[in-house]
């Protein structure tokens, strides 16, 4: 199972240590704009038959919730300021509808499996989640899709 995501993360570490194939397309500006086809193609290309490729990406309802007047099915780019303990770093995010995510995917030659929106763990310490959840289990944040090759 390729992972398209963070080398030196702890997911790719446990999935190199099963045998994954694990790849560097994260920080290509194609890979962070799934709407083009290349990077998704080349995925396809390299799945074994019958394999899966795993995504998690964010959620297309959170660039409405970081911008009221934002258009929900508008392809475009924000960032977004966030302090790391004493370091303060701007990230960039590219905001696509479900709809545009799903036509890259298929047109990619993927059948989508599973579209999930998990809670996170009930033993998540609470200072790591969100301000004011209050008692709710989840989150809107990822959406986790698992495609398969045709």
Known sequence: MPDAGCLSGHLSAVLRAKGAVVTGFESSPAMLDLARQAPLAELHRILR???RLLLSVNHPCILESSDPHADYFSVTQYSEEYTFGVRSAVLTYRHRP?????????????????????PFSRDTPR???????????????FIFVVLEGL
């Open 49 to 51: 038959p019958g394999g």
């Open 98 to 118: 479900l709809h545009a995510m799903s036509d890259a995917f298929t047109q990619a030659g993927f059948r989508i499996s599973v579209i999930s929106e998990p």
């Open 127 to 141: 200072e790591l989640l969100p301000p004011g959840i209050g008692d709710h289990t989840a989150f809107i944040c």
